[in-house]
């Protein structure tokens, strides 16, 4: 009888332990397989803002080349005219090219001419001094030797960060001599920030990338993320803290004193 008991016990004890090992590695298999899954989403939503903010930088410069590559704009360049400024530089165009600031430079990359609109207010606005700071510090933006030249990015500045263009203006068949150089600048806040994210449907967050964040970025992240130029980083701290990031350089094209960092997160649900 006693025996009998203890076969028994130690039946249901197998069984219970076997159950529990079962359970506890399955709870381990499928919760690893959402942490990759959810991983990977998260992955895909910072190379999809990295992708999108691309396709605008994209979509500037080509409005760009329709207004530096133009007769009209060779003759203003020349002689400054009330007509040209009358009937092509007022709130009807900056509205539709949605950019906040247009800049006209001569060949050696002085200003001709600047204008800037506020959307919000409806008023003319001088570009900032932080703008003007950076075409005098970089002659590679600021100043175009042959007609194939063009530059546009990202520009992070005191006050705040930009999608910026800039092309040589020339005459309505593409040729030279080159005249001068043309800058649409589009200011990259809140509202711009709110639509990608709209797209995504998830926050994105949008912050000043100095050396010292850049460092500690690359130290902290799990991997680097394959990508168009531009460093992208998945970091994993927890299950509950998943974080991917791109590191988005500026037009020079010399290491720049600040980047701009996008960053996104697990869907809070």
Not at 205 to 212: C, F, K, L, Q, R
Request: hydrophobic share 40%.
């Amino acid at each position: 009888m006693i025996v009998r008991r203890k076969s028994v016990i130690f039946a249901f004890s197998l069984i219970f332990f076997l159950t529990l090992f079962t359970w506890l590695f399955s709870y381990l298999i499928i919760s690893r397989s959402f942490i990759r899954v959810e991983n990977r989403s998260v992955e895909r939503n910072i190379l999809r803002v990295r992708d999108i903010l691309s396709a605008r930088i994209h979509n500037l410069d080509s409005l760009l080349l329709d207004w530096a590559a133009w007769d009209d704009t060779c003759k203003f360049i020349e002689d400054t005219n009330k007509e040209f400024i009358s009937s092509n530089l007022n709130q009807a165009t900056f509205s539709s090219l949605k950019i906040d600031y247009i800049i006209f430079l001569d060949l050696a990359g002085k200003k001709v001419f600047s204008s800037g609109y506020d959307e919000d207010t409806g008023k003319e606005i001088p570009v900032p001094d932080g703008l003007w700071d950076y075409i005098k510090k970089n002659p590679r933006f600021s100043v175009h030797s042959n007609t194939e030249s063009a530059v546009s990015g990202v520009i992070v500045l005191p006050e705040g960060a930009f999608l910026a263009a800039s092309r040589p203006i020339i005459d309505s068949k593409q040729q030279g001599p080159v005249r001068g150089t043309l800058i649409f600048c589009r200011r990259f806040g809140a509202g711009e920030v709110s639509a990608i994210s709209e797209i995504i449907k998830l926050p994105i967050e949008v912050t000043s990338a100095g050396p010292a964040v850049r460092d500690a970025a690359s130290r902290e992240a799990g991997r680097e993320l394959p990508g168009n130029g531009v460093r992208s980083f998945l970091r994993v701290a927890g299950r509950e803290n998943i974080a991917a990031y791109a590191l988005v350089k500026d037009v020079s094209g010399e290491p720049p004193r600040e980047d701009m960092n996008l960053s996104t997160s697990r869907d809070p649900q």
